[in-house]
């Protein structure tokens, strides 16, 4: 059977990983290792106790870290370790430049590398329905298509290495901007005598829903749930890497360059576990209003 690694086994990382256990032969390694030892004792899987140890042997190697910066850590530390024919699938929300630098340090050795990341949220990963966006040669995005297939539904060749990243960041700036405005909505219209749930009643009929209002509003804010499920902090990388990509394209984008100042601002205010849907109590603080 197949031999996988994968590294990095955090909100996402680890419900992917779960999927490939059942169809794979699996090794995992996570940088804090109590979450490798908890994935090994919770499904069939091996743990390596380096990065190395992980890829020596394995057909694909999967990362699923923070930022494209933790993936180019690890690749050096594992480099030396990969065998020929291995292909690399890197699953974070990366930013297209360090994707292009890893690949192209992947590739002087003959490893060829994939950016892949993946949309749908920890319920998504959970039932092996998530989107994955790639980058890269489509002769090598077949070699890895049941990997892909074990933990996506929906599987979109976006382009060359960093278009996966890039679509990405966008998609993820329009959640940021979706959420962020609906909260300053719903806050105008809480203190003119509207409860939430009667706004949301009456936009999530009309044109003005989205994601935001149908699902995460009502779900985590008007609930006051708040579950963590997507960090803030990722949000505010991904909206930072749209911004990015729009100043490279030259594309005037004055809305997304907002968008990442506001994610950085609740980003700064809400701390580091904060998950992305409380941004919208930065607006509350302001408004001296609950969305509710
Ligand atoms: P978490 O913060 O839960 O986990 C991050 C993982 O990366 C952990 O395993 C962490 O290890 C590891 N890591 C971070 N830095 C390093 C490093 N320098 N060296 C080695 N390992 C490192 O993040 P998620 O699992 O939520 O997200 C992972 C990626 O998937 C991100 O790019 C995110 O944007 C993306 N994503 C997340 C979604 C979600 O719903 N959560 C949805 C779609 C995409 P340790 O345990 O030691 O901290």
Do not use: Y
């Not at 030396?80 to 590739?107: K, N």
């Amino acid at each position: 059977m197949t031999r996988i690694a994968f590294l990095g086994l955090g909100d996402i990382g680890t419900p992917m990983a779960a999927h490939l256990a059942d169809a794979f032969e699996l090794t995992v390694w996570n940088r804090t290792p109590a979450k490798a030892t908890a994935f090994a004792g919770a499904h069939k899987a091996t743990v390596a106790p380096t990065a190395a140890e992980a890829v020596r042997g394995a057909a694909v190697v999967c990362t699923c870290l923070s930022t494209s910066v933790d993936v180019e850590s690890v690749v050096a530390s594992a480099v030396s370790a990969l065998g020929p024919e291995v292909v690399w699938v890197d699953f974070t929300s990366g930013d297209p430049a360090t994707s292009q630098r890893i690949a192209a340090r992947l590739a002087a050795i003959g490893v060829p590398f994939i950016d892949a990341p993946v949309s749908g949220g920890t319920s998504g990963a959970q039932q092996g329905t998530l989107t994955l966006m790639l980058g890269g040669d489509p002769i090598v995005i077949e070699r890895v298509r049941p990997v892909l297939e074990a933990v996506g539904k929906k599987i979109v060749h976006c382009g060359p290495i960093g278009a996966g990243d890039a679509v990405k960041a966008v998609n993820n700036a329009l959640l940021a901007i979706n959420l962020w405005s609906a909260g300053e909505g719903l806050a105008a219209l809480k203190k003119a005598g509207v409860p939430s749930a009667v706004a949301l009643d009456v936009i999530n009929a009309s044109s003005g829903r989205s994601n935001a209002t149908m699902t995460l509003i009502p779900e985590r804010v008007v609930s006051r749930a708040f579950p963590r499920t997507f960090r803030l902090a990722l949000l505010d990388k991904d909206v930072g890497i749209a911004a990015q990509v729009a100043r490279d394209q030259k594309v005037p984008s004055p809305l997304l360059q907002l968008a990442a100042e506001l994610m950085r601002l609740a980003h700064a205010t809400l701390g580091e576990s904060a998950d992305h849907a409380e941004m919208v109590k930065v607006i509350e603080r302001w408004a001296g209003v609950e969305i509710t």
